[in-house]
């Protein structure tokens, strides 16, 4: 018998299932919503160690149990946009339980609510001011010379900066989703960017509004991030492990702090709509950041389907900067998606702490100086640096791109891209 | 008896006769000395003055009665009661001419709305009309909230239009914007009719209704990414963004106009001070940066 063109019995015997569903679903849904949920985020914990400002530094006690394996502390820093407690959003998928039950020794940013008065702090505020303040803090406390430094989207433009103008302080720097190339037209927020007015915006809103950003947000996607993300709530709202995380995520993606104005401004002039980061052109607080001073060993993981910080946008500082010890990872995943989904659990922490620990220790025992004053680099053979780490014969892609890294031309460069 | 007697004395006679007599009735009424004295015989010196004040008033009163019982005078007094109603009926004339003047000219003006929108019409409706409304208001109603205020509170009343001037643009870009948004939903309506007839004839369809929702939302995110990048929607949402601002600092100007009679700082005054704090802090830690590593 031939097949009927539309099978009118099985859409209306699959409509009549799922109605059944529906209705189960519904009055299980109502248990789970009424009961006691546990959607308490970044509750590992943590002492507050330094405070100035609004800005507080925080410091993750170690896992009971975990041997604390590296002399070096890692400091996190956060973007600007959001809050630092997506790391530890979930005990299962906590990046932070993570580092410290593989023996990181981890501070962690927390830049708090900026109100009016924090409208005139400038990027040279948060790199020069805070952030250096936080390091030698830490560095003091720890009675270390330098400090691991991991920056976050925004966080790691600050600490690309940071290093570059601190690279004496900066023993090894890992940026993840960091935007650093901003003349891409990859992502949407890159193309509106480019007109924006941030100067009347400031103007009109002292701050940049957190809600008024995170409403930019929601436009880039509006069916996923407005649809069928509460779609997807609907389906699952019978499943308490699902609904406790579904809010975890909710609290953290509204919870979004306005961002000083002059710092906006000057992350959308100079950056979004100038690129001078990357052009090597940048002028923090009066002095130049030369990404050449960028000679530290630098872990630079990015997404594939990144629709802030596409890959365009963030691979390309590994090209740039002055170390040769480079490497890029492009993960299989989303902005977010990096952080917390499970897939990613497997991969990004992982892949993080084995990088630090090949790195621990590695540059002392082959003698070289970091400092920003040594007139003579020294970078380390190929052959010492890891068994795993691809030697790669090309020349250096600072003269090839006809960049300002004179000292560096035609230096063998060791790139990693994964 | 003649038609003159008939009508008795003339008017111009009558006014003079009654001049006179108000004249000699103050005259003599200045003079007279009733002045209240004190135990001494002296007149009080309140009384005193409040009576020359008087006296004086009366003689001017004297004054100009006898002026004006002269003939010549009497002629100009009555020319001007003669051509009185004239110069008001002109008056009046030329207040309403001009005023309805003024009222033709607001109802050609509101008549004329839209006329200028030949381009545009309006059985394109839904885009075409909230452009075409838009444009009307920028070109013909815009201009009624910008007529000069005058007086004490012009500047109050010229803030206030502003930001009902403001307010309205805002409004209509937000309209033009949200429009927007709609279209790919329209669109990808549209689309799964198509795809929908088009799995019928080939006698695909799903029987899981889950698909036809993925289907949707696939086809829904496709048409949004393609409006997020047309020149059109960035334009809409640049001038949305601008007309929020710009409604945004007009309202803010009222309130602090508003805030001026209450005893809490203004936004400008807050913003100086921040500046203030700002700028010490910043040297207070240069300062002690520099007085560390001494």
Redesign the interface.
């Known amino acids: 018998m031939e ?5 009118v019995d ?2 209306l ?3 009549a299932e ?1 109605a059944e569903v529906h209705q189960i679903r519904v009055q299980k849904a109502t248990d789970v919503l009424l009961s006691d949920l546990e959607t308490e985020i970044a509750a590992t914990p943590y002492e507050v160690v330094y405070e100035e400002d609004r800005v507080k530094l925080k410091h993750y006690r170690a896992v009971h149990g975990a041997e604390q394996t590296m002399k070096t502390p890692l400091l996190v820093v956060y973007a600007l946009i959001n809050r630092e407690t997506m790391l530890d959003l979930q005990p299962q998928r906590s990046v932070v339980k993570n580092f410290l039950a593989n023996g990181i020794n981890l501070y962690m940013v927390d830049w708090g609510y900026p109100t ?2 924090d ?3 400038t990027i040279d ?1 948060h790199v020069n ?1 805070y952030m250096d303040d936080m390091v030698n803090f830490v560095m003091e406390r720890e009675k270390v010379e330098q400090i691991n430094l991991m920056g976050i989207c925004m966080g790691g433009t600050f600490c690309v900066i940071y290093s570059a103008l601190h690279p004496h302080k900066i023993k090894n720097l890992v940026t993840t989703v960091c935007p650093t190339n901003f003349d891409t037209r990859q992502g ?1 927020l890159h ?2 960017m480019k ?3 941030v100067d ?2 400031i ?4 701050n940049m509004p957190g809600d008024l950003m995170n409403f930019g947000f929601l ?6 991030l407005m ?2 993300k509460y ?1 997807g709530f609907l389906e699952n709202m019978d499943n308490k492990p699902f609904v406790e995380n579904f809010v975890r995520m909710e609290k953290w993606i509204f919870d979004s702090p306005d961002v000083p104005g002059e710092t906006f401004r000057q992350f959308i002039k100079d950056l979004y709509q100038k690129n001078l980061l990357i052009e090597n052109r940048l002028v923090i607080g009066g002095r130049h950041v030369d990404l050449g001073k960028v000679t530290m060993p630098m872990l630079n993981i990015y997404a594939q389907y990144d629709h802030l910080v596409p890959p365009e946008a963030a691979a390309k500082i590994t090209d740039v900067v002055g170390s040769r010890d480079t490497e890029n990872v492009c993960l299989d995943t989303g902005h977010i998606g990096i952080y917390v989904s499970s897939k990613t659990q497997k991969e990004f922490a992982p892949k993080i702490i084995n990088w630090l620990k090949e790195h621990e220790g590695r540059y002392e025992q082959a003698g070289q100086d970091h400092t920003e004053n040594a007139p003579d680099r020294v970078h380390p053979p190929a052959k010492n640096i890891s068994p795993g780490v691809k030697r790669s014969e090309e020349p250096n892609h600072a003269g090839k791109k006809g960049l300002f890294f004179n000292d560096l031309q035609g230096k063998q460069g060791i790139r990693k891209h994964t | 008896m003649s038609e003159n007697e008939h009508a008795g004395p003339d008017l111009q006679t009558m006014v003079m006769e009654w001049f006179k007599t108000v004249g000699r009735f103050w005259g003599e009424t200045g003079q007279e000395d009733g002045s209240p004295t004190d135990e001494d015989g002296q007149p009080k010196e309140a009384e005193r003055l409040s009576i020359e004040a008087y006296a004086a008033l009366m003689k001017t009163y004297h004054a100009f009665s006898s002026a004006m019982s002269e003939p010549s005078a009497m002629d100009s007094l009555l020319r001007t009661t003669t051509i009185l109603p004239g110069i008001t009926t002109t008056l009046l004339a030329t207040g309403m001419k001009g005023y309805f003047a003024l009222q033709q000219q607001i109802i050609d003006k509101i008549g004329k709305i839209g006329t200028r929108t030949d381009s545009y019409r309006f059985d394109a409706i839904d885009e075409e009309t909230l452009r075409t409304w838009s444009e009307i208001y920028q070109k013909e109603i815009r201009q009624f909230f910008n007529i000069p205020q005058f007086g004490l509170s012009r500047f109050y009343q010229e803030r206030v239009n502003q930001a009902l001037d403001k307010l309205n643009i805002f409004s209509t870009s937000l309209a033009v914007f949200l429009h927007l948004l709609r279209q790919p939903f329209e669109k990808s309506y549209r689309m799964m009719h198509e795809k929908i007839e088009e799995l019928t004839r080939s006698g695909n369809l799903p029987e899981d209704s889950r698909a036809y929702y993925q289907m949707w939302i696939k086809i829904l995110e496709g048409h949004f990414m393609t409006l997020f990048q047309s020149p059109e929607y960035n334009k809409t949402l640049r001038e949305t963004l601008d007309a929020l601002e710009d409604y945004l600092a007009a309202r803010g100007r009222i309130l602090q106009d508003m805030l001026q009679s209450l005893p809490v700082p203004s936004r400008k005054e807050m913003e100086d001070l921040c500046k203030e704090v700002y700028l010490l802090k910043k040297k207070i830690r240069s300062l002690e940066k520099a007085n560390s590593k001494e």
């Open positions: 097949k009927p063109k539309i099978p099985m859409i015997k699959h409509l799922q009016y008065k409208k005139f702090l505020d001011g949407l193309i509106w007109w924006l007015d009347k915006m103007d009109t809103f002292g436009l880039l996607n509006p069916a996923r649809i069928d779609i």
